[in-house]
Nanobody, 120 residues
């Protein structure tokens, strides 16, 4: 049974930082791309970032490029998202996803989400 469990969300002021984690189990972690998505109420879920199975290639949405960093620890089967210079518009529920690389239709597994709230 595949499980993706996010942690690290919370409330922070604009300009601050948060680091999200996603602990994966039940899958071959180093054989699948991993992504972060986010969703604000009333909006579609959007891809934020993706990392290749090897970790050598990363992709970012324009809105977070240069502020967020995705990385993975294969030994610990854990995905991370370091978020710096946070803005109020980054407020959303953040989801960890396996497979699909920021392509919603191709995601195979989802985490339960973790709330990130950025205040001005």
């Amino acid at each position: 049974q595949v499980q993706l469990v996010e942690s690290g969300g919370g409330s922070v002021q604009a300009g601050g930082s948060l680091k999200l984690s996603c602990a994966a189990s039940g899958l071959t972690f180093d054989g699948i791309s991993m992504s972060w998505f986010r969703q604000d109420p009333g909006k579609e879920r959007e891809g934020v970032s993706c990392i290749s199975p090897s970790g050598f290639r990363t992709y970012y949405a324009d809105s977070v490029n240069g502020r967020f960093t995705i990385f993975r620890d294969t030994a610990k089967n854990t995905l991370f998202l370091q978020m710096n210079s946070l803005k109020t518009e980054d407020t959303a529920v953040y989801y960890c996803a396996a497979g699909g690389c920021m392509d919603f239709e191709r995601v195979r597994y989802w985490g339960q989400g973790t709330q990130v709230t950025v205040s001005s």
